[in-house]
């Protein structure tokens, strides 16, 4: 961290060190005390030439600090921790309180440098955590730090290019760590240096190897590095696996993009599948989106689904009416002659069935990109991203019942799987993007008129311009690892989650970029085809979408294969995980740990589940078939054991892996036997019986020689039935049980508070029940505050204007006109008269708002979307309301609100004249 004037430097912990620091190797820092109102006595202070030397008990770990030159330090225990025990591991401390400061005394600290770093993870070998292993840093690791300790890097960047090698398309990823030292002699070390052995650590101690900016990287990322300066004897375990020591002032590391992305597989499908493919294409052409999706009313996720899933449909029947009119030549092989033949028997969807599907999907695309959806795409200027406005969706007329401005995404982080907070972008947008690529492949016009919208989305999940004001870079894409996060800045109790960012879907991540890539080679061919002036900018705009989603697609597949796919048969010392992790995947992982479930549930076959949709052509390069081979037992088990992954979908999957590992045909046998109704579910919208059947009659051949398990034989379980929850159990669960998403509610045993998509079977879940619409309006609250809440000052609401409180929730402390929903509230009541009587009324001043307008979120007016050029548009507010009007303030029902604790005043809707601690 670099620090300028003003700031005093300072290392915080929650909980206490097991001694006091130690400066310099041979000083023992005596702390002082940090009182309760954050004023300090007693310290004493020590000047520091090398590094200050701390270790925390609980976890046995070492830290050192260094500086960028000599300073003077102080620390300071809060004396009420002292006697605490610490927190678990994981669980945050609300009250942000430290137990211990490292400060820096010096009063100029203008350019000082101050670097942490982790030097043993196994101390005194005396921690039960089963990270503890002795040796996982070497002896002189430390150090190795402090010769390094004067180089940082400042402001690292990512660059890539893109050229072809030996007739191999490959990316160089270009990672600059922008090194500078903070030595007399040198501000810039970006010179290479001479050749260092390789694994020696003596040798760089006075010499200009010093200068060099120390990095730890992967096994992998060493591999295709260009020309990398590795330490091998200063190599450490990790979560993401072994990782080496680099000297380097930039990586340059090859990625191989294998052959071009394609809509089809590498083989056509087998000729014993075309008449039951024809079959199914029949129906599955006349695909009619819901109404609500044709409208873009609901969320973007299951809509963008069911649009991938309709372009999968039209993608299907364009292969196979190409291969009916193609001749047969004796130079092909034996296996497409008799696709084309079985092609040419087929009925198939006929020239207007084909054009009638084109203009139905159109329609489904072009509704969220034009500005006429019930929930329409929104531009978020602070936060620089496109979400949704969010759709408050009655069953009964199947619509929206708010409009924009009034956007419940925006406030609301569970609703459409937090959008409206950055989750789940490239998921949502990556559907979407696919079927807008499949409307511009068969319909080029419509392609080049929508090009910015589409664009749009993409800049959202994957903008590569550091120029582009209106996007950050790489929003999901973390480049070290390769991988993608998907949550955005939903926060948990106000704070960041403990174990940082987070995803889920690995394959849907791939499947994002796949449909960015493949956007991008389609729209090379539209624009080819033009005559507008700006036809050769645009070709180079869609180039550089395809060439940079083949890298991002092939990244991730590759992280995907690392992170999420789990071996057991690697040998010892290039597994990932330990041996302890015996599951085939990983359901969610974390920036620190990770995880076999999902977000929705915890049985075995979703957390497998949701590593292995959808099925488009990337899923070859996606899923091994020896991974695959290794996963199929597990998965087989958990869904022959459960009704429900047939009945919701998730067999789909099943059959799919069973056709990756060489069993086509007997995967075929079982998707056939699938109901339609499977293709309406939550878990199988996605698919259908066409695009099941084109790719388990795609893949290829595999020798897989173990036992195949019928899914007829079925292992018995006990489920809890459907029962509805009761009036109390609506109170405890609808808060933060999803309806739509989740609405199983666990009201006993080990998952107790927990909510599923599925019914609970009663191993997991002895006492569960489903949560229905009337949970809400049941348990609206009328009781009456006990005194504890009228007590706190926080919770003076208007009376009578606004006497409701909502004391649980996102809108804790909040004020309504009307009783709160359970949605809105879990736990509120009413306020009387004499709740207040008597009440201190300490009433402050809220700082005006007094910056830049533009500094609020803007909303075109046309299409709720920014164009290339302009953002401008209505301003409406994501986090910081303006300041009221003066006839709002001379409204005796709007002027009640008390300003130091709930200076938010809702001015319209069921809520109205209600006050709120934040804004609305």
């Not at 948990?492 to 690995?506: D, F």
């Not at 199929?632 to 998730?650: E, K, L, R, T, V």
């Not at 698919?687 to 036992?707: A, G, I, M």
């Not at 809400?776 to 007590?791: F, H, R, T």
Request: glycine share 6%.
């Amino acid at each position: 961290m670099k620090y300028y004037g003003g700031v005093r430097p300072t290392i915080a912990s929650g909980i206490l060190p097991s001694f006091n620091p130690i400066v310099d190797s041979n000083i023992n820092l005596k702390c002082g005390t940090l009182l309760s109102d954050g004023s300090t006595i007693g310290s004493e202070r020590a000047t520091v030439e090398q590094d200050v030397l701390l270790h925390f008990s609980e976890s046995d770990f070492s830290w050192i600090v260094t500086f960028s030159r000599p300073v003077e330090v102080e620390c300071f225990i809060n004396a009420d921790e002292v006697n605490k025990p610490p927190p678990p591991p994981g669980v945050v401390i609300s009250d942000n309180s430290n137990a211990f400061q490292l400060k820096v005394a010096d009063e100029e600290v203008s350019d000082l440098v101050v670097k942490i770093a982790l030097v043993d993870d196994c101390t005194t070998l005396k921690s039960s955590s089963n990270y503890c292993k002795a040796g996982n840093f070497s002896p002189d690791y430390s150090s190795l730090l402090k010769v390094h300790a004067d180089v940082h890097s400042e402001c690292p960047d990512i660059r890539y290019s893109f050229e072809s090698i030996n007739g191999t398309d490959v990316s160089m990823v270009h990672f600059d760590w922008d090194v500078q030292s903070t030595r007399s002699h040198t501000s810039d070390v970006s010179v290479l240096n001479p050749p260092l052995t390789r694994g020696s650590v003596g040798n760089l101690r006075n010499s200009k190897y010093s200068d060099k900016l120390l990095v730890y990287a992967l096994s992998n990322q060493i591999e295709n590095m260009d020309s990398p300066i590795s330490i091998s004897s200063q190599c450490v375990n990790t979560l993401r696996g072994k990782m080496c020591l680099v000297l380097a002032d930039q990586w340059i590391i090859r990625e191989d993009l294998g052959d071009p992305i394609t809509f089809n597989a590498p083989i056509p499908p087998r000729h014993w599948a075309i008449p039951a493919l024809a079959d199914s294409l029949s129906q599955d052409i006349k695909f009619e989106l819901p109404d609500n999706y044709r409208r873009g009313a609901g969320d973007t996720y299951f809509s963008g689904k069911m649009l991938s899933k309709q372009a999968r449909i039209l993608l299907i029947a364009d292969e196979l009416r190409s291969y009916a009119s193609r001749t047969v030549s004796d130079e092909l092989e034996s296996n497409i002659k008799l696709t084309i033949k079985e092609c040419k028997e087929a009925s198939l969807p006929t020239d207007d069935e084909f054009k009638t599907a084109i203009e139905k999907l159109k329609e489904g695309v072009e509704v969220w990109l034009n500005g006429t959806a019930e929930s329409i795409f929104t531009y978020d200027v602070r936060w620089g991203g496109v979400v949704n406005c969010g759709c408050n969706y009655d069953g009964e007329t199947e619509s929206c019942y708010n409009r924009f401005p009034d956007c419940p995404a925006f406030s609301d982080p569970g609703m459409n799987f937090g959008h409206g907070f950055y989750n789940d972008h490239h998921f949502h947008h990556g559907y979407h993007i696919y079927a807008a690529a499949v409307v511009s492949k068969f319909d080029n016009a419509w392609g080049r008129k929508y090009f910015e919208q589409v664009l749009l989305l993409i800049r959202d999940i994957a903008n590569p311009s550091s120029n582009d004001h209106y996007f950050p870079r790489f929003r999901m894409k973390d480049f070290f690892l390769g991988l993608s996060y998907a949550s955005g800045i939903a926060t948990l109790g106000g704070q960041p989650y403990p174990n940082g960012r987070n995803q889920e879907s690995s394959s849907e991540a791939i499947a994002s970029y796949e449909a960015m890539a493949l956007y991008g080679k389609v729209m090379i061919e539209c624009w080819t085809k033009s005559h507008d002036p700006l036809v050769a900018q645009n070709i180079r705009v869609a180039k550089s979408v395809s060439d940079l989603g083949r890298l991002l697609t092939m990244t991730e597949v590759r992280a995907a294969d690392r992170y999420y796919h789990v071996r057991h048969d690697m040998s010892e010392g290039n597994s990932i995980y330990p041996s302890e992790y015996t599951k085939p995947v990983i359901g969610i992982l974390w920036q620190t740990m990770v995880q076999f479930q999902t977000w929705f549930g915890n049985a075995p076959y979703l957390a497998i589940g949701i590593q292995l949709l959808p099925l488009t052509a990337i899923a070859g390069k996606r899923d091994d078939p020896k991974w695959a081979s290794s996963l199929y037992a597990s998965f087989s088990s958990s869904c022959n054991a459960d009704p429900i992954c047939s009945s919701q979908g998730w067999s789909i999957l099943l059959y799919g892996i069973l056709a990756t590992i060489g069993k086509p045909e007997v995967a075929m046998e079982q998707v056939l036997k699938l109901p339609d109704e499977v293709f309406r579910t939550p878990g199988g919208n996605g698919h259908s019986l066409s695009n099941t059947l084109w790719y388990v009659s795609t893949r290829k051949e595999y020798n897989f020689t173990e036992e195949i398990l019928p899914t007829n034989e079925r292992e018995k379980n006990d489920y809890s039935p459907d029962k509805v929850c009761a009036l109390s159990v609506c109170r405890i669960s609808i808060g933060h049980c999803s309806l739509q998403d989740a609405p199983y509610f666990c009201d006993g045993g080990s998952n107790a508070g927990g909510c599923s998509k599925t019914p609970w079977n009663t191993v997991d879940c002895p006492d569960s029940c489903m949560l229905q619409a009337g949970c809400n309006e049941a348990s609206g609250p009328d009781q009456v505050c006990p005194g504890d809440l009228c007590d706190k000052l926080v919770y003076k609401c208007p009376i009578p204007d606004a006497p409701y409180l909502c004391y649980k929730g996102q809108n804790t402390g909040g004020c309504s006109s009307k009783p709160w929903s359970q949605a809105d509230c879990p736990n509120s009541c009413k306020l009387e008269a004499e709740c207040v009587e008597g009440a201190p009324r300490e009433f402050g001043q809220i700082p005006l708002y007094t910056g830049n307008a533009n500094d609020l979120a803007s909303i075109s007016h046309q299409s709720g979307l920014p164009n290339s050029t302009s953002a401008e548009g209505v301003t409406i507010d994501l986090g910081m309301c303006q300041v009221c009007q003066d006839e709002v303030c001379e409204n005796s029902s709007f002027n009640k609100c008390p300003l130091d604790e709930a200076p938010f005043v809702c001015l319209e809707g069921s809520s109205s004249s209600g006050c709120s601690t934040k804004p609305w």
